[in-house]
């Protein structure tokens, strides 16, 4: 078969033709989103292969999601054993290119007295293999390679429904990939894995992490900065998992680059308790302010339910109440305010601004709105480029009007069955834009998002010094947090 592809140039290695044929193919056939395709570059490929601590034996191998075969290429290029590949691939398309390619890695091979034995499978990976989740399967592999698809399913997909033991909420392929690859592997095979980092924390995430790391554990992680620097259109950060399956903790070897230049690696080694907390949680400390940063904050012993409060998301979702939410509106008369992520900035609430509806009806709406009370409100999503993850401000009921709206974006700290004081609320809300708890929220924290789930686990010092904090915000000109935070942690340290 012909398929009028480029032709491998005299002593082109396998990694650089899979690539190179990746290129060509994109420059006539757009990568189809639907099927989550973005391919990795050589350079991360060939990084991905280096992590892997294996040489010399003959290997099993299984790349779900081959694409071009990039990630197989550069294995069978390193590696100096025999290899028997298994490359899953749905795009048949695309899949008659990845025959090519593996296609030369063979002939390769052989010309360097080495064997490349490999299938291509045109199956839905997770569809053919999910049930290993429940059934492991005796045959198993020895590496598991890959750069799975990356989208969000619906719970009712067929391949959400196979693995549902992993699925919380709305599951994200990339998730089950990795799951359903944990299972295939044998005690002792690794798996190496390039994702978004979104896994690494909160709820939706959390059975999937109680099943891989019930089987896996961590070895090596690389962080990118940006998976911009690694996949041009994806705003989020990747990071490269190499996992053993295996029960035994060794250290797990860190590192981070801000983007693929990876010979200027920062790189450093932690225990797998450092790494790995007991709800699975992977927290990344990649340098030595990291350390002590999460030292101090470890050291607290209380939480926010421990200080009697609670933590609640907005309760008014604007699809839902379109009719009720008004551009203008007549306080406290027909209308409450409504307050959005956008009124809330960094220590201070703006209400009315120049945004959607800032009133909402009080017609039918008495089941959405909250007392007028003092409150800590948070966003529950930053962007990527915003200097702080977290964004809080203390709400001190002052706005005239007996209750008030919050938009679902926002989470609201407050006081059940009492009232926060203005200075537990203006502490608290010092503490969580302080440079010292952005800096802990982000070892663990891969996304944009804030949920309240995270917020409920974050420790916090004494009450007596949030609110010393509190005090201290009151009467400074210049509300600066970090200052305010260093000058009472210090007293209570
Ligand atoms: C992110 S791309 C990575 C491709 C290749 N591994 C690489 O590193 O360049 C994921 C690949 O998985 C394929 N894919 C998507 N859904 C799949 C599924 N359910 N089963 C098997 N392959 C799938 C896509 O067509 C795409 O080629």
Excluded at 59 to 71: I, S, T
Excluded at 326 to 335: E, I
Excluded at 416 to 438: F, H, I, W, Y
Aim: hydrophobic share 40%; net charge neutral; with cysteine.
């Amino acid at each position: 078969m012909t398929l009028g592809e480029p032709k491998p140039y005299p002593d082109e290695l396998p990694s650089a033709y899979a690539s190179r044929i990746g290129q060509w193919y994109g420059s006539w056939n757009k990568p189809d989103k639907t099927l989550g395709q973005f391919f990795t570059p050589l350079e991360v490929a060939r990084f991905m292969v280096a992590m892997l601590p294996v040489r010399h034996d003959p290997l099993r191998v299984l790349d779900p999601g081959a694409g071009f075969g990039v990630l197989s290429c550069a294995l069978c290029e390193t590696m100096r054993g025999d290899i028997t590949l298994v490359a899953c691939e749905v795009d048949r398309a695309l899949a008659a290119y990845l025959d090519l390619c593996l296609r030369y890695a063979q002939q390769w091979m052989k010309a360097h007295n080495r064997r490349l034995t490999y299938t291509i499978t045109h199956d839905d990976f997770v569809l053919a293999y999910g049930g290993a989740l429940d059934q492991p399967p005796p045959s198993t592999f020895d590496v598991v390679i890959s750069n799975p698809p990356y989208f969000k399913l619906s719970k009712t997909d067929p391949r959400a429904q196979l693995t549902a033991r992993v699925v919380h909420g709305q599951p994200n392929i990339y998730a089950l990939f990795m799951a359903v690859s944990a299972a295939l592997l044998r005690t002792g095979g690794y798996s190496v894995f390039i994702t978004p980092r979104s896994y690494s924390a909160g709820q939706y995430f959390s059975r999937f992490r109680d099943y891989f790391f019930s089987l896996m554990r961590p070895r090596a992680i690389h962080l990118f900065e940006s998976r911009r620097d690694v996949f041009d259109d994806v705003l989020q950060e990747s990071i490269i998992l190499l996992a053993e399956r295996s029960t035994q903790d060794r250290p797990v070897l860190l590192s981070t680059s801000a983007n693929l230049d990876f010979s200027q690696l920062a790189r450093r080694t932690k225990a797998t308790g450092d790494v790995l907390d007991a709800d699975h949680v992977l927290h990344l400390p990649l340098s030595e302010q990291d350390d002590a940063v999460a030292a101090v904050v470890r050291s607290w012993g209380f939480s926010l339910h421990q200080h009697g409060m609670e933590i609640s998301t907005g309760p008014v979702v604007p699809f839902r109440v379109a009719q009720r939410i008004m551009a203008v509106g007549n306080v406290p008369f027909t209308h409450a305010p409504l307050l959005w992520m956008q009124n809330v900035k960094p220590m201070r609430c703006e209400w009315p601004i120049q945004h959607k509806g800032q009133y909402l009806a009080l017609r039918e709406s008495s089941n959405l709105l909250l007392p007028n009370q003092n409150y800590v409100l948070l966003r529950r999503f930053s962007a990527k480029e915003e200097p702080q993850r977290l964004t809080a401000a203390a709400y001190l009921a002052d706005l005239d009007t007996p209750s008030i709206g919050l938009e679902n974006h926002l989470n609201y700290i407050y006081r059940p069955n009492g009232r926060l004081t203005a200075d537990e609320a203006l502490g608290l809300a010092v503490l969580l834009n302080s440079k010292l708890m952005d800096t802990y929220f982000r070892l663990f924290n891969g996304n944009t998002q804030v949920s309240a789930t995270e917020l409920r686990k974050l420790p916090l010092p004494p009450l007596e010094a949030i609110v010393e904090m509190g005090r201290l915000a009151a009467v400074s000109f210049d509300q600066d947090v970090d200052r305010l935070t260093n000058e009472v942690l210090g007293l209570y340290a």
